[in-house]
């Protein structure tokens, strides 16, 4: 029989500031949560949403202050060197062994064009993100690494490590995507959509190099005392993450989704967001995840309703998921 998946609270920097994401961190371990994952964004996605605290830095003090195991995604190449990612990631595997994984994606221009840099196609975005993977790969394999390229590197080498270099996933929403990180990354990070999309997703990574690699799922739902009241929170939070398409990655402030989403209506946020005030309906459709295979499933209430859904659902939710 197949163990169940491990279910994991997931740390929106962007909606919350980082000293009360970290207490939901430590409410989520003793909710009985089996994980966790940070998001790491420089800018929100909307206004209404109104923060953006600095990811690595919080995820030391919530490692600190918690035994959970934690990942985060980032972006290499732009905002961060990949030198100073994989240092990181060393810094935070070796103080907290066993508990720490790394997924690299191709960035959003909401966060990464900050530096200046000219913001690339999608194409050229994949090139850079393999290239940096492979750079960081090499540092925390302890490889003093020169690299002239789409980065540039000159005798790198990461002085303190962990005695086992934390995994490598790669983050992929499109089939293309899953297929190309199949070829170079430890596991899968994705995020939800319809079923047949999942399976879709799913088995492109495979395709691509990813058979019987790790695979991880970011679920965005909102789950509220009414459907009422769940609705309107999604909308209210999460409505700027509608937007399709290469769209999403090219605005570049919380103003620009503010204005590109202003006729977004609360109904239309079901095709985004699990939406139900219904607690068996949410653990039915985590099934379906563990169904696909995804075998660590980190939840994302994008309501601010925190502290209730956390303890709705380890009270009910999780229990179920590990009977």
Known sequence: MALPPRIGFHASHEQFPP??????????EQAGFDCAMSSDHFRPWGMAQGHSGF????LGAAMASTRLPFGVISAPGYRYHPAIIAQGAATLAEMFPGRFWL??????????????LAWPDKPERTARLREC?????????????????RVTVVDAKLYSRPARPP???????TEATAEAVGAWADGLLTVSASPDQMRKVVQAFRRGGGEGKRMV????????PTEEEALAGAHEQ???????????WELRTPEEFDTATRFVRPEDMHESVWISSDLCWHLARIAELAELGFEEIH?????RNQQVFIDKFGEQVLPRLRG
Do not use: F, K, P, Y
Not at 238 to 248: C, E, K, P
């Open 19 to 28: 000293s009360e994401l970290l207490a939901l961190a430590r409410q989520a």
């Open 55 to 58: 990811a690595w830095s919080w």
């Open 103 to 116: 997924a690299l994606g191709s960035g959003q221009r909401l966060n990464e064009d900050i530096t200046g």
């Open 133 to 149: 993977a492979d750079v960081i790969r090499a540092l925390l394999a302890g490889e003093t690494v020169t690299h002239r390229g």
């Open 167 to 173: 995994a490598l996933l790669g983050a992929a929403v």
């Open 217 to 224: 799922v970011q679920v965005a739902l909102n789950w509220a």
């Open 238 to 248: 999460w409505r700027t993450n509608m937007i399709g398409g290469d769209v999403n």
């Open 299 to 303: 939840l994302h209430q994008v309501g």
